[in-house]
T-cell receptor, first 110, second 114 residues
Framework: GENVEQHPSTLSVQEGDSAVIKCTYS??????FPWYKQELGKGPQLIID?????GEKKDQRIAVTLNKTAKHFSLHITETQPEDSAVYFC?????????FGTGTRLQVFP | NAGVMQNPRHLVRRRGQEARLRCSPMKGHSHVYWYRQLPEEGLKFMVYLQKENIIDESGMPKERFSAEFPKEGPSILRIQQVVRGDSAAYFC????????????FGSGTQLSVL
């Protein structure tokens, strides 16, 4: 079955800096890669996703890149703000269940 | 357009009791997923259901846990004879299905077993 690894587990950045979170997956048949943001006491919220036929996708300050050959995908947040502080999860799926990474706790200091 | 609704938000049970967690998917969504999250850990897949069918229960413990998604009403995750190790946040997610994998999560039920 699919296995998703996520690094780093914690990440602290200064407001305005960029943050990068990386994930690897094991199942080459996976074709859908979403990223979720989870704030304290809340459920995960989808922030961006990418499919295997696309190498990069951007949405304002957030971008995701995918390297199918290496089975890597990454989340990039530019111009970070204190409200970006949360736990971020990557996930992978191949048209059935999502398998999640272990999460990255991002702290953005003013 | 209500999102995924889970209740209760918090549930306290003593060891040996039963816990019932309910999930109403988003309007128009026919696929429901249950995930468990332990403190400081990721989301672990438990079960995937469509109306009246269990599609994948590979993440469910073999004993004491069951799930259903009846033709009418919410999906139910049932834990019999709870033990302390069952304490966790249980999240439900729904999707439209039919090739659309976008999952939308509820706010979760925090189960505490005394």
């Amino acid at each position: 079955g699919e296995n998703v690894e996520q690094h780093p587990s914690t990440l602290s950045v200064q407001e305005g800096d960029s943050a990068v979170i990386k994930c690897t997956y094991s199942d080459s048949a996976s074709n859908y890669f979403p990223w979720y943001k989870q704030e304290l006491g809340k459920g995960p919220q989808l922030i961006i996703d990418i499919r295997s036929n696309v190498g990069e996708k951007k949405d304002q300050r957030i971008a995701v890149t995918l390297n199918k050959t290496a089975k890597h995908f990454s989340l990039h947040i530019t111009e970070t703000q204190p409200e970006d502080s949360a736990v971020y999860f990557c996930a992978a799926s191949r048209a059935d269940k999502l398998i999640f990474g272990t999460g990255t706790r991002l702290q953005v200091f003013p | 357009n209500a999102g995924v609704m889970q209740n209760p938000r918090h549930l306290v049970r003593r060891r040996g009791q039963e816990a019932r967690l309910r999930c109403s998917p988003m309007k128009g969504h026919s696929h429901v997923y249950w995930y468990r999250q332990l403190p400081e850990e990721g989301l672990k897949f438990m079960v995937y259901l469509q109306k009246e069918n269990i599609i994948d229960e590979s993440g469910m413990p073999k004993e004491r846990f069951s799930a259903e998604f009846p033709k009418e009403g919410p999906s139910i995750l049932r834990i019999q004879q709870v033990v302390r190790g069952d304490s966790a946040a249980y999240f439900c997610a729904s999707s439209p299905g039919q090739g659309n994998e976008k999952l939308f999560f509820g706010s979760g039920t925090q189960l505490s077993v005394l």
